[in-house]
């Protein structure tokens, strides 16, 4: 039997089966060896590593290599010499057209929708960073279009995949704490900047090119040390703040744990807005509608920077906890029957001790997410990170990410019309304006 007629009756097996959401490519795309034909979008930092780990994958070819650093781009070329080059991934995407097979996105929050949304336009599977998205709208439109074109799509949440977070979703779901009633977690890292605009300007270094670097932002002057590499996070038009840099990977597992949804509020404690950086400090509290392992709403508390780990938290006087001492990063889940600390990354411990030592924690096999993701796009499995699962994830956080912007305000949502219901200019900042040259269809 021919590989494509296997892969063909994978899709028709499949087909009864399985959402068409997490549907494999066309089986004729794969290249005449049989191959996953990857073009990878940013390649340096951690686009370094998701090349090298989807590229680990026997069944991988790289066919073409994308960055607006060419110093990045050369040292990523040198594992790759096969592999096309490019600075412009508009210009890669149309050459490569049907030589490629699907996407590896990497780049800095504000080029994630941009470079996905083409890719996905173009009919190609997409790996693609996390947090999914800039803007909350980029998330809703990237989860719709990869749903309707059938498209196998990851978001590089790597975690998601590893032992201690599976672990903990079964306890959870398998009822080892009861039913949830709160979440805190927290991240110590500070992803952001409480100053004014920069104003030590100077020519960008003749190794980036700056103008594709911003891409669907403003046109600005560039600033050393200040955008590119990595500290883009901590600015308003590229990066999401610690929030959307740390609280996707730590709320995943609350989040996948007790199927939430969307919140129907949020609220943040911080700095007043200056327009320019995200707050150095947030406190961010959300409720979720209640579902089969919560209780009939769900308080999820998020802090970071300066305000983690958290030093007030009041844990119910049930659990008989005195006091706790916290991780520089996790979660902790208060249930009906007891606690589970999460630390960020290890596993999971239930609170107090003695309430549990007859408890056994189910086995858990880790699964590669990277391979999991190439495996799909042949036909093979399924992702657990889709744009299905993300793109409702990320908007949750951008929320809390748009209420830093309107501080001690509760920002009302309704899902369902993608729009804050009692602060009408919150409601700007769900979406942004693409700069003239780099809209993308379906975005702009
Ligand atoms: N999953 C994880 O554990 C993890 C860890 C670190 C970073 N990340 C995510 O990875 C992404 C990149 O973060 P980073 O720390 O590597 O940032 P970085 O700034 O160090 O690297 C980004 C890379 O993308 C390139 N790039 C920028 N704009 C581009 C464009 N328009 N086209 C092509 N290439 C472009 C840059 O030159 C650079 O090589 C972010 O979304 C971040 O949240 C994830």
Known sequence: MSKHLARRDFLQVAGAVVAAGTMSIRAEAVSPNGKLRTAHIGVGGMGGADLRSISSHPMVEVAALCDVDSNRLEEAAKAHAQAKKFRDFREM?????D?????????????HAPAAMSALSANKPVYCQKPLTHEVFEARQLRLTAEKRGLVTQMGIQVHSAAPYRRTVAMIQG?????????????NKNWGYDGGEFTNTAAAPDNLDFNLW???????????GVYHPGQWRKLIPFGTGTLGDMGVHIFDTPYDALALTAPNWAMTTCR?????????KNKVEYEFPGTKYTTDTMRWTWYDGGFAPPKDLKLPAELGIEQLDLPGQGALFIGEKGALLLPHVGEPRLLPENRFTDYKAPEIIAANHYHQWVDACMGKGETSASFAYAGPLTEALLLGVVANRFPETKL????????????????QLLKRDYRKGFEVAGLS
């Open 93 to 97: 995407l149309a050459a490569m057209g």
């Open 99 to 111: 030589s490629i097979d699907a996407v590896v996105v990497s780049t800095p929050d504000h080029t």
């Open 175 to 187: 009822g080892a704490i009861g039913k949830v009633s709160q979440v805190h977690a927290w991240s």
């Open 214 to 224: 911003l891409g669907t932002a403003a046109e600005r002057p560039f600033v050393p």
């Open 272 to 280: 007043e807005p200056t327009g320019v950086g995200h707050p150095t």
């Open 412 to 427: 009302e949502w309704d899902a369902e019309s993608l729009r804050i219901t009692n602060v009408e200019a919150a409601n």
